[in-house]
Nanobody, 122 residues
Framework: QVQLVESGGGLVQAGGSLRLSCAAS????????MGWYRQAPGKQRELVAT???????NYADSVKGRFTISGDNGKNTVYLQMNSLKPEDTSVYYC????????????????WGQGTQVTVSS
């Protein structure tokens, strides 16, 4: 079983910055992708940014140029630096990891963190 622990959420004024962290622990052969998703009240969960272990990144159009995802493969950790925050960025942010469970696994497994609240005031 893999556990994801997030930190770094909070309340910030529009135009401000926050940095989220997510650390993965537990047994797994390899982490393939780690990323961040968010879900606002009454809305579906949406992708924010992902990072593959080879460093390839992917961003939602709404955060390009403002958010940066990075990671430390050795620490099984991913970060999300959020700058120029807007009220519409207010959501619960969830860390996600896609892992290969064992060297013999033919399928991958997905895990989610508990979520961290980000609130941006206008």
């Amino acid at each position: 079983q893999v556990q994801l622990v997030e930190s770094g959420g909070g309340l910030v004024q529009a135009g401000g910055s926050l940095r989220l962290s997510c650390a993965a622990s537990g047994y797994m052969f390899r982490i393939d992708i780690m990323g961040w998703y968010r879900q606002a009240p009454g809305k579906q969960r949406e992708l924010v940014a992902t990072r593959s272990t080879d460093g390839t990144t992917n961003y939602a159009d709404s955060v390009k140029g403002r958010f940066t995802i990075s990671g430390d493969n050795g620490k099984n950790t991913v970060y999300l630096q959020m700058n120029s925050l807007k009220p519409e960025d207010t959501s619960v942010y969830y860390c996600n990891a896609i892992v290969t469970p064992t060297p013999f696994s033919r399928t991958k497994s997905a895990y989610w963190g508990q979520g961290t609240q980000v609130t941006v005031s206008s």
